[in-house]
């Protein structure tokens, strides 16, 4: 039946995957995949015919099996297909509660094998959503912010944070993807699915921030210790308390991983005195850095590339995650954790990890950090110290062309302030690239979900420079993006009227030249050039 998958930024050839995904997905999987998508869309249409506010259960749900598709975070067939079980088992509960009638297959749709899923996963591929290209383009937009939005509710759903409002909109949007619309009403849902993200990384930043603290300026280590380790990876911060807890006192060291490195800044997570530091770089790099880290790993979340025997035997996933062979940690009981011993006990019959680099990186800077320094930012750039802030936030990726936020914040002139967040910092957050009166060049936010910070940040210089538009600021926008999540980011970027965007290293292929041409129009969007020219357009406002 073959795939079609075009979510990310590396499907081939600009059509998207067709036989295995460059992310290592192959057509069955790819395959679950949309079908899951497509009993959410039918426990939505359940949903929707209900009084009152979506449930807690109802949405986490939507939120988890929708978080299963993101790219780069489950793999496994057996466990999607559970998921799909689980997923059609309440929509069924949901249908048999209600007196009414739908003619969208999804409502009533079942199936109980694998064989049933895959048979029905030729019908109700991305290329169902719309026979035309153009309106296809626009669902594709919303379901994938839809993803991007997923990861983030779930993140702050097991902090205990949930929010009524954007899990009805989950119903809402999946219900409507499965209507026909036309262009100008898809346009609305893809603003609308903008505006809901800055309320999901609102949600989030509340979550994490009660929970641990409002993230410090911190210096973390890239060395190594002398004691064994466990690596943790991902997104997911009440994973890494729990192992922490666990490892405190067993002589076994916790370091981080890509996009776990920002839980360094968190106060919570400073009492910790084996939490010893960060190891390598970017996801994409993860088959050599495992490989050479000795200890057991633990994928708490998306960003796994296809595993290496050298270290399959050490690595474990959590949550959402999952990958064929390898061991998956059981989510926790109602009011319990999760258990690590079979982690730490691993732990301790390994060698320390082998040492990659041995420098600091320093972080921390998330937007109660800033606007703490708010004087002192306001000054230096009232003096002309700071002529301007460019936001390099994002995802990173294995593309040689992503060589060129390396030299664009090489070449940078000194009077910039790069702002980021995202694993897209690994390609100059460990460039010396100065001070500015004391404030870094680099100021890291966090995770990917915390651009929400760098929105902060902006809105609040627009409030003390007296401004009337976000635009005036003298701020611009370079944008690495590989997945989902940037997506969702984009659109909320977009919600907040910010214009001018920079992305890259290509535009999304699921954009069609037509919706392509909408977006440059009411938002100037503009795909990257050349690195000198692009610098001089942003440092000129343009």
């Known amino acids: 039946m073959g795939m079609s998958c075009n979510q990310c930024q ?101 199936g109980s094998s694998k064989e049933d899923f895959l048979a029905k996963a030729a019908s109700v591929s ?33 902090l205990g944070y949930h929010d009524d409002e954007i899990y009805a909109f989950y119903v809402k949007a999946l219900a409507a993807l499965t209507n026909v619309l036309s262009a100008d009403e898809l346009t609305g849902l893809v603003l609308e699915t903008g505006g809901v993200a800055v309320k999901a990384m609102a949600l989030l930043d509340k979550a994490n921030t009660t929970t641990y603290g409002h993230p410090e300026i911190t210096t973390v280590s890239t060395g190594v210790g002398k004691n064994p380790g466990i690596l943790i990876s991902g997104h997911d911060l009440r994973d890494l308390e729990e192992l922490l807890k666990q490892t405190e006192g067993t002589g076994v060291d916790v370091y981080t991983h890509c996009e776990m490195l920002p839980a360094h800044y968190y106060p919570a997570f400073k009492k910790y ?55 998956h940690i059981a989510a926790r009981a109602e009011g319990g954790a999760k258990d690590f011993s079979v982690l730490v006990e691993m732990a ?109 940040i902006a809105l609040k210089l627009k409030e003390v420079f007296e401004l009337d538009d976000i635009n005036d600021l003298p701020i611009s926008f370079d944008i690495a993006w590989y997945e989902q999540k940037a997506v969702t980011v984009l659109l909320a970027l977009l919600f907040l009227g910010v214009k001018g965007i920079r992305l890259g290293p290509t535009l999304p292929e699921f954009l069609t030249p037509n919706v392509a041409a909408v977006l440059v129009e009411k938002f100037g969007i503009k795909p990257i050039g050349a690195v000198n020219a692009d610098i001089e357009a942003m440092m000129a406002g343009a």
């Open 273 to 327: 005195s084996h939490f010893v530091g960060n190891y390598g770089g970017a996801w994409w790099s993860q088959d050599k850095e495992f490989d050479t880290f000795n200890g057991p790993i633990l994928m708490t979340t998306n960003c796994i590339v296809p595993v290496r025997e050298a270290y399959r035997n050490r690595m474990f996933t959590t949550g959402m995650a999952g990958y064929p062979g390898l061991k």
């Open 10 to 110: 590396e499907s081939i050839h600009g059509t998207g995957c067709t036989v295995r995904g460059v992310c290592g997905k192959d057509e069955p999987t790819a395959q679950l995949q949309d079908v899951l998508v497509y009993a959410t869309e039918g426990l939505a249409l359940a949903a929707e015919k209900l009084t009152g506010s979506v449930s807690v259960h109802v949405g986490q749900l939507i939120s988890e099996s929708l978080f299963v598709t993101v790219t780069n975070t489950n793999f496994d067939e057996d466990a999607i297909v559970a998921q799909i079980r689980k997923t059609l088992a309440v929509r069924d509960e949901l249908n048999a509660s209600l007196d009414h009638s739908s003619d969208h297959d999804a409502a009533h749709w079942s």
């Open 348 to 456: 301790k019959s390994c060698q320390p990890p082998k040492e990659l680099e041995n420098g600091t990186i320093v972080g921390g800077f998330a937007h109660n950090q800033v606007l703490a320094l708010a004087d002192k930012v306001v000054a230096a750039v009232k003096s002309g110290a700071i002529k301007r802030f460019v936001v390099m936030a994002g995802c990173d990726g294995r593309h040689a062309s992503r060589q060129y936020y390396t030299d664009v914040a090489a070449a940078l002139p000194e009077g910039t302030i790069i702002l980021t967040a995202g694993c897209a910092k690994y390609r100059y957050n460990k460039l010396e690239l100065g001070d500015i009166g004391g404030i870094p060049r680099v100021l890291d936010a966090g995770q990917c979900n915390d651009s929400y910070s760098l929105a902060v």
């Open 126 to 158: 991305i290329t169902s959503l719309s026979e035309n290209e153009d309106l296809r383009s626009l669902k594709s937009l919303v379901l994938y912010g839809l993803k991007g939005l997923a990861a983030y509710t779930d993140h702050a759903a097991v």
